[in-house]
């Protein structure tokens, strides 16, 4: 029998050559006699045609998968497992009309992409920053010009409420915090289930003191936070988004910040990534930034790989994945010939 070939993107290793996600989850792909394996050797920004037609199953991080990646449709690939939440970066329709099934790991992100929310809340609320820089200049005695937010009765914003959201709102209740919740596609019930409440988008930037962006990327979320949602937050109010760049229109993000009109923000994520040296986010005491990383740990890769592995697996044996992106791709012709 014919080994299913499976490719790993190189940019999962870190500058050692070990897998970033540590070996451990590898094991997941070992245990199957009718799987090889191999980091890809070709570190590339898209996926190519050539790269379909020899692996039938990819894990693939940060390159894209676009129309062009499909070629002329000759396409062995079966599944492709993204090593993540978001899918931005591929081309669903293509993949469901070239019969390959897509999957992203949700489970994997939920707890570390709430954290990374919360820390970005925490260091925002008491100047974590602004009193380390305080410290190390020996400005010590100014101190009590810089007095944090307390958290008790404050209110969270969260806009998106899919499980990432609702992770967000089950850590932030021990703060006593006041929660509201912006999602045209939730579930009103489970949002009400983790005390919070669901509304619009505007009552969620008019109420808040912390503003957090947690949902997709797609053509209806692109530039959602401009201008005039920014226009509605309070002077004392803080921006986070650790979702992905292109939800904020940046432009509109700075003019708030230096105008005044919101307190400050943190930003895991940008419209130009990597990002531009000279943004003049970079410049401002009242921005912490991170490289599109800060949920990054052991844990969060772990998990991520585990779960897309896994996904891998269950195509390779012929059986339905967990977490498909394009389920009308399981209907079709080609996935029927291998689906049990």
């Known amino acids: 029998m014919e080994k299913f070939t499976v490719g790993l993107t190189r940019d999962l290793l870190t500058s050692s050559g070990d897998p970033s996600f540590g070996r451990e989850a590898l094991r997941i792909l070992d245990a199957e006699p009718n799987i090889t394996w191999e980091i890809m050797p070709e570190s590339v920004n898209e996926l190519t045609p050539a790269m379909l037609s020899r692996y039938d199953g990819i894990l693939v991080n940060a390159p894209r998968v676009s129309r062009a990646s499909f070629g002329n449709g000759a396409v062995r690939t079966r ?80 806009v998106g409420a899919g499980s990432i959201g609702r992770e967000i709102m089950r850590l932030a209740k021990p703060f006593g915090l006041r929660l509201l919740a912006a999602d045209p596609y939730a579930n009103a019930e489970a949002v009400a289930a983790e005390g919070a409440e669901l509304t619009d988008l505007a009552t969620v930037m008019r109420e808040s003191d912390f503003v957090v962006v947690v949902c997709l990327l797609t053509p209806e979320t692109h530039h959602l936070i401009g201008a005039e949602q920014f226009a509605l937050m309070k002077p004392t109010a803080y921006f986070i988004n650790v979702a992905r760049g292109p939800i904020m229109d940046e432009v509109a993000l700075t003019a708030a910040l230096r105008s005044g009109q919101i307190a400050g923000a943190g930003l895991d994520v940008f419209e130009q990534e990597p990002v531009d040296p000279n943004n003049p986010l970079l410049k401002m005491d009242n921005v912490i930034v991170t490289p599109h990383s800060l949920c990054w740990t052991d844990e969060c890769f772990r998990g991520l790989a585990e779960s897309a592995l896994t996904s891998i697996v269950a195509a390779a044996r012929g059986q339905k994945p967990r977490n498909v992106v394009n389920p009308d791709v399981l209907g079709t012709a080609r996935v029927s010939a291998w689906l049990k």
Not at 110 to 119: E, K, N
Not at 123 to 131: G, I, R, V
Not at 137 to 153: C, H, K, Q, S, V
């Open 79 to 158: 599944i492709l497992a993204r090593h993540g939440v978001g899918y931005d970066s591929v081309d669903v329709p293509a993949c469901t009309e070239h019969g390959v099934v897509l999957t992203n790991q949700p489970d994997g992100v939920r707890r570390p992409v709430a954290v990374a929310a919360l820390t970005f809340i925490m260091a925002l609320s008491q100047h974590l920053f602004t009193k380390d820089r305080l410290t190390r200049a020996g400005r010590w005695n100014e101190r009590t010009d810089y007095m944090g937010m307390g958290l008790i009765g404050r209110t969270l914003g969260i």
